[in-house]
């Protein structure tokens, strides 16, 4: 209840948000919409488990022990529970529906494994404690669980917490790294250096003759340093080091000290919620994950009911789905079985492209007992039209239209959007012989568009199927001739020219002959 109204931006100091009336009427409520939700899953075919605690942690279990492919959310303490692969956001009306991230991703580009990733949680706030540590961000928490294996990240942290701050190693290094040898020879005071040139030595014997770090040919002494010049003698390298060495140390007591002034630090129960390998209660064979088919009259009845829609707007947004599970079922077992028990396959009409997206557009040809006529009755005509053509009051707008497969009802004949795999797997015959006619027609085409002349070139190149649409001036520069650009070009020539017959001429141009295109082109410049 406090992460909710921290995140909403309610003041729950001044808001009476904490009433037990309020929040028991509040809670019953979300039961209620709950279980309206596992009851529509139902009715889907979709199996429905319920989480112990947090629905990601379930998730991410069922991911880790391989029982589903990703989890889809956008909560990132998915990869906490122990998730591999989750799916922050689905776009469908997109060339890329998936917003995906794995953790192999994870551990190859930042070094940081599960562990490290609950330190960070437990350094910068999580879900459960959205403090965290004062004064750390997640720039000094990556660099500090970076100093550590995931075997050891746990202990360290309880020993800082406790107030004991580990012996510093030189310098923060990321998990894997050598440390750095302790046993080195001390540093020698560091010598005398040259104004004029940097260099180790006095400037008086650099007039004499350059030293070794300049090595000019000729004896004129040494060259004068540049601007922002750095020595890089073993000295002076030696005194970088040292530098650098110090402040790392005392970033490293200061890190240290903030953590060991957080009480109970890290949290237990957090790490054992994180860590727990049982989020849900399982038979003894494991989860229960089978797929159902949906029951579709008890699906139109609920939907009715709760969203007030009419069963023909119910019926037409179900049968894309419908055709999607016929196609698989007829993929895995081939049978004479009916599309909706009313629709039978009858060929593939054309490709279509949606979102860089090949689809085929399917024909369905209602069976019916009298082949030689599709006439039916005016009952069941009405109750056809009532199916699938009506969707209601409520409009369908273009991004629902374009996102998903589209239905043309004509009389006894069904056209849906497939995708072209499932239609091979259902059909492989008939997808088969519909790829060697699209081969056939394509080569005619390409026959027929040979160009016949020199000027007829380019127009033969844009007659070609393109797979993305073209824009109006795309369209009309590609297929405008170069013989009509040059004529228009002598056009204008002739009717910018001085002379008594301009009128004649002009009229003369906008004969027949010229194109719509030109002639339009022309009169408006």
């Known amino acids: 209840m406090v992460r909710f109204f921290r995140f909403s931006g309610i003041d729950t100091s001044t808001s009476n948000v904490t009433e037990e009336g309020v929040s028991k009427e509040r809670n019953s409520a979300f039961k209620r919409c709950v279980n309206d939700c596992m009851e529509l899953l139902e009715l889907l075919g979709m199996p429905v488990l319920k989480a112990n605690g947090e629905a990601e942690a379930l998730c991410a279990q069922l991911n880790r022990d391989g029982h589903v492919d990703a989890c889809i959310t956008a909560d990132s303490d998915a990869f906490l529970f122990g998730a591999t692969c989750v799916i922050k956001s689905l776009r469908p009306n997109s060339k890329e529906p998936f917003e995906c991230y794995n953790m192999s991703d994870i551990e190859a580009g930042l070094g940081l494994k599960r562990k490290h990733l609950i330190a960070v949680s437990l350094l910068v706030g999580n879900d459960h404690d959205l403090n965290g540590v004062q004064g750390i961000g997640l720039d000094k928490a990556l660099r500090l669980v970076r100093g550590f294996s995931e075997d050891e990240i746990f202990d360290k942290l309880y020993e800082i917490g406790k107030g004991h701050v580990p012996l510093f190693q030189g310098e923060i290094r ?7 040898c302790s046993d080195e020879s001390s540093p020698k005071a560091k010598q005398s250096h040259c104004s004029f040139c940097g260099h180790p030595g006095s400037k008086k014997a650099h007039f004499k003759s350059c030293c070794e770090y300049c090595m000019t040919d000729s004896n004129d002494g040494c060259l004068k340093k540049s601007q922002g010049f750095k020595c890089n003698c073993s000295s002076c390298d030696k005194v970088r080091k040292d530098k650098d060495k110090k402040k790392h140390e005392n970033w490293w007591i200061n890190v240290c000290n903030l953590i060991s002034k957080e009480t ?9 919620m994180y860590m727990c390998n049982n989020h849900g209660e399982f038979t003894e064979e494991g989860p229960l994950l089978e797929w159902g088919d949906p029951k579709t009259d008890l699906l139109v009845d609920f939907l009715a009911y709760h969203q007030s829609w009419k069963p ?3 019926r037409q947004r179900m049968l894309p789905m419908l055709s999607t599970l016929y196609l698989r079922e007829l993929a895995r077992n081939p049978n004479k079985t009916l ?18 997206h090949q ?3 399917v024909k369905w040809k209602k069976a019916i007992s009298n082949e030689l006529s599709c006439a039916v009755p005016v009952e069941q005509s009405n109750m056809l039209e009532e ?8 409009p369908i707008g273009l991004l629902d239209e374009s996102i998903e497969p589209q239905i043309h009802v004509d009389g006894c004949w069904i056209l849906t959007d497939e995708n072209p795999e499932l239609v091979h797997s259902a059909f492989p015959e008939e997808a088969l012989k519909f790829r060697q006619e699209k081969e056939l027609k394509d080569m005619k085409r390409r026959k027929t568009s040979t160009p016949r002349s020199e000027g007829s070139f380019e127009m033969s190149e844009s007659s070609k199927p393109q797979g993305v649409q073209l824009s109006i001036t795309e369209f009309y520069r590609t297929t ?12 204008v020539k002739q009717s ?20 719509k295109a030109v002639r339009r082109r022309l009169l408006f410049g």
């Open 174 to 180: 990321c998990a894997g790294d050598a440390i750095p």
């Open 264 to 272: 109970k630090f890290p949290n237990d129960e957090i790490i054992e």
């Open 312 to 314: 023909s707007y119910i």
């Open 339 to 356: 599309l909706v028990g009313q629709y039978e396959f009858h060929s593939i009409q054309r490709v279509k492209i949606r979102y860089g």
């Open 359 to 361: 689809y085929y557009e």
């Open 387 to 394: 199916e699938f053509i009506e969707v209601g009051d409520e």
């Open 480 to 491: 405008k001739t170069p013989s009509q650009a040059k004529l228009g070009k002598d056009l």
């Open 496 to 515: 910018s020219s001085p002379g008594v017959g301009s009128s004649k001429q002009k009229r003369k141009v906008s004969g027949s002959k010229l194109s």
